[in-house]
């Protein structure tokens, strides 16, 4: 029996992020330097909707409270 896969859309996400990101008041460059990663990566998941690794998935929710 096929089961249909389920993909979870990250453009949402990105968005989520980048709300959440404005509302707290933190820039891009703030964030990415907590994260120890490039701001063009985050910009590139909240505008583009790029998949983050599993590590930096969780870090932005666990950093900004954000729910998926």
Do not use: C, T
């Not at 096929?2 to 989520?16: I, L, S, T």
């Not at 703030?30 to 690794?53: F, M, T, V």
């Amino acid at each position: 029996m096929k089961q249909d896969k389920v993909k979870y859309d990250f453009m949402v996400f990105g968005q989520a992020i980048k709300e959440e990101r404005k509302a707290k008041g933190i820039s891009r460059n703030q964030l990415a330097d907590k994260l120890n990663i490039a701001p063009r990566y985050i910009a590139s998941i909240e505008n583009s909707g790029q998949h983050p690794s599993l590590q930096i998935f969780y870090e932005l929710v666990a950093f900004l409270d954000v729910s998926g």
